[in-house]
Every structure is written in structure tokens, then in C-alpha cells.
């Protein structure tokens, strides 16, 4: 994570304001976030029931290519 000192001097080398610089390191993580194995798991079992279903209702959460 990036330190606030870190992120004033990078505000002063743009030229973009301190708002600015914290909405593009959220935006970073937002955009490059992918939910975990277990993670994934959990979002199965509250989508699907259990966790034991198989079927539409599962569609588009398993599996590595989630977002593309």
C-alpha cells in the first residue's frame, strides 16, 4: 500500500490533487481485484444454496476467467 507521504509526492510530480491520486490507486484496485478460491466458494454456496448445486445458477462465478 501506498504510504500518504508517497502519495503527496506524487500528487506534486502530476500536478493532480490528493483526491485525485487516492481515486486512482481505488480505481487500480477495483479493476484488478479477483476473488480468491475460497472466495469464490463462498459467492457458489450464497448464489447457489449450498454449495452442492450444479447448474445455471452457477454460471459465470467458477472457474479463473470471472470478469472476462
Known amino acids: ?4 507521504e508517497e502519495k503527496a509526492k506524487l500528487s506534486e510530480i502530476t500536478g493532480l490533487d490528493q483526491k485525485q491520486i487516492n ?4 480505481n487500480q484496485r477495483k ?5 480468491s478460491k475460497d472466495m469464490r466458494f463462498a459467492l457458489m454456496e450464497s448464489v447457489g444454496g449450498g454449495g452442492d448445486t450444479v447448474g445455471p445458477t452457477c454460471y459465470g462465478i467458477v472457474g479463473d476467467d470471472i470478469g472476462t
Open 1 to 4: 500500500m501506498v504510504q500518504e
Open 23 to 26: 481515486n486512482w490507486f481505488i
Open 31 to 35: 479493476r484488478h481485484w479477483k476473488p
